[in-house]
């Protein structure tokens, strides 16, 4: 008897444990190269050279604006000089990505902690 609450206690443990995994929201890293960011941007050395650097980021978007960019890259980037020159630059035009918008977030605050 004493046994079968043993690994009754033992199986409710790890349900817990597999639960809190589950539904732990992943990190801004975890999200940047899971959503194929690091195809083309370069993340610590590592990755793409298909897209700009990522730096300087704080001085150039709030997050509602980068926010904006990632839902729609191709549609914000048509009235923007800057990005324009680096469209010119580089062989494609940053593609729109199916992101979650829970996860667009996390990245968002990612991307402006990662490379401000
Ligand atoms: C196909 C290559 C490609 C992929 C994949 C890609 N990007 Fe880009 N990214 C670019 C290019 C090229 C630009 C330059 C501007 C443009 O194209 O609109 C850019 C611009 C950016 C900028 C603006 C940089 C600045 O100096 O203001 C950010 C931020 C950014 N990308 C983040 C991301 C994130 C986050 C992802 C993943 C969700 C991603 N990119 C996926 C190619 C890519």
């Known amino acids: 008897m004493k046994h079968l609450i043993a690994i009754a206690m033992c199986?409710?443990?790890?349900?817990v444990i597999l639960l809190m995994s589950c539904s732990a929201p992943p990190d801004g890293k975890t999200v940047f190269i899971e959503?194929?960011?690091?195809?083309?941007?370069e993340i610590n050395g590592?990755?793409?050279?298909?897209a700009p650097r990522l730096?300087?980021?704080q001085s150039k978007w709030t997050p509602e604006l980068?926010?904006?960019?990632?839902?729609?890259?191709p549609a914000y980037?048509?009235?923007?000089?800057?990005?324009?020159?680096y469209?010119?630059?580089y062989p494609t035009p940053m593609p729109k990505l199916?992101?979650?918008p829970a996860r667009r977030k996390i990245l968002v605050q990612y991307l402006l902690r990662r490379y401000p």
């Open 66 to 73: 980068l926010e904006k960019f990632l839902i729609d890259p």
């Open 55 to 57: 730096q300087g980021l």
């Open 11 to 15: 199986g409710i443990l790890c349900a």
């Open 35 to 41: 959503s194929g960011c690091a195809r083309c941007h």
């Open 87 to 89: 469209i010119k630059k």
């Open 77 to 85: 980037a048509k009235g923007n000089t800057r990005l324009q020159a």
């Open 46 to 50: 590592a990755g793409g050279s298909q």
């Open 98 to 100: 199916e992101i979650t």
